[in-house]
């Protein structure tokens, strides 16, 4: 039985960018950056993820704090699942090689401390607005918007269970 060793590949929530610095290094190149809330994950997720992943030679998250989350307005409930959890998710998935967290309103910081060949947003995104695609395209990386293979969404997902 093949088993997916999850504590290796979170960064603590409370990391410093030292230590950020240094798990993104032992990473190998090139490295793909996405990121995003990812409150209760499903199939639009995972195939988005591996389908990030298959840019580079390894796939890092970044994850919406819980705060960042109730910042985006999506409703007063959100997040579903905690931070700790939501990274834990992603974590156990083959195709994510490590994930972080980040408390700002966008990546862009944490962005420019991992520096990135390749930047990831899913369909609804143009490579333009995609924030922090200035940096990487500056240090000769790609921008990439994922069409969507399956139409799935939290909200939507709530949306159903709710109705």
């Known amino acids: ?8 590949k979170l960064i603590n929530p409370e990391a410093d960018k030292a230590t950020i610095r240094q798990a993104v290094e032992s990473l190998p190149r090139p490295l793909v950056f996405t990121n995003g809330c990812f409150d209760i ?3 639009g997720h995972t195939t988005y993820l591996e389908q990030a992943r298959n840019l580079g030679a390894a796939l890092i998250v970044g994850v919406n704090s819980d705060a960042s989350v109730k910042r985006q307005n999506k409703g007063d409930d ?4 905690n931070l700790e959890d939501r990274m834990a998710l992603l974590a156990s998935l083959e195709c994510v090689d490590a ?3 980040f408390d700002q309103e966008t990546p862009y910081d944490l962005i420019k401390l991992v520096q ?5 947003k899913g369909g609804d995104w143009q490579p333009k607005d995609i924030v922090g695609g200035d940096i ?3 240090a000769g990386g790609q ?7 399956f139409e799935r969404s939290t909200t939507s997902l709530l949306n159903k269970i709710r109705g």
Do not use: K
């Open 99 to 101: 994930v972080v967290s």
């Open 78 to 81: 959100r997040p579903i699942n």
């Open 41 to 43: 994950l499903h199939r």
């Open 116 to 120: 990135p060949e390749h930047l990831v």
């Open 136 to 138: 990487v395209q500056a």
């Open 1 to 8: 039985m093949h088993t997916v060793n999850t504590q290796r």
């Open 143 to 149: 921008v990439h918007s994922i069409a969507f293979q």
